[in-house]
């Protein structure tokens, strides 16, 4: 199941694990596994959020949406950085001197480095939101969770990216 979930994650958040190549169309049955993962993903932050912090469930839910809300902004961000960085490469493998590169990439750069302070920006609100109604000790739990879970779900994205690589080589 946890590998289920872990792939459907990769499916909706494979934009910035594809390493700045365009993100292709997903079809419906991979949108219906990505869907699917949500309720699965909210419960199992809710209950980590209850076991490590000792909050109350719907306190706990509280702060699990809002961390969803997060992930959306995050990864609508990361799709069009990797978009950024597709057309990055469009230019800088093809034709034209280095003037003309630079004067076109000029402004695909200041979009994608916009996009990334807007992404550092997401995470500060998202923690400064969730952590006023904790304690010290609460806040630096919710840290360390957060980075916990976050770390798993992209190494999840990898390894599916990965595997679909192994499956297109076959």
Known sequence: MRKFILMSLALGGAAFAQQGAPRPRRDEAQAMDAA???????TLRTQRIVQTLGLPEDQAKTIA???????RDFLQRAHAMGQLRGRFNQILIGPGGEDDKNARLKPLLDQFMEQRRQQQDLKLKFEDDIRTQ????????LILLVDDL?????????????EGR?????
């Open 166 to 170: 192994q499956r297109r080589l076959n």
């Open 36 to 42: 699917a993962a949500a309720p699965w993903l909210m």
């Open 65 to 71: 949406q809002r961390w969803s809300v997060y992930d």
């Open 150 to 162: 976050q770390k798993t779900i992209r190494e999840g994205i990898r390894e599916a990216v990965k």
């Open 134 to 141: 904790l304690s010290p000790a609460q806040q630096v739990r």
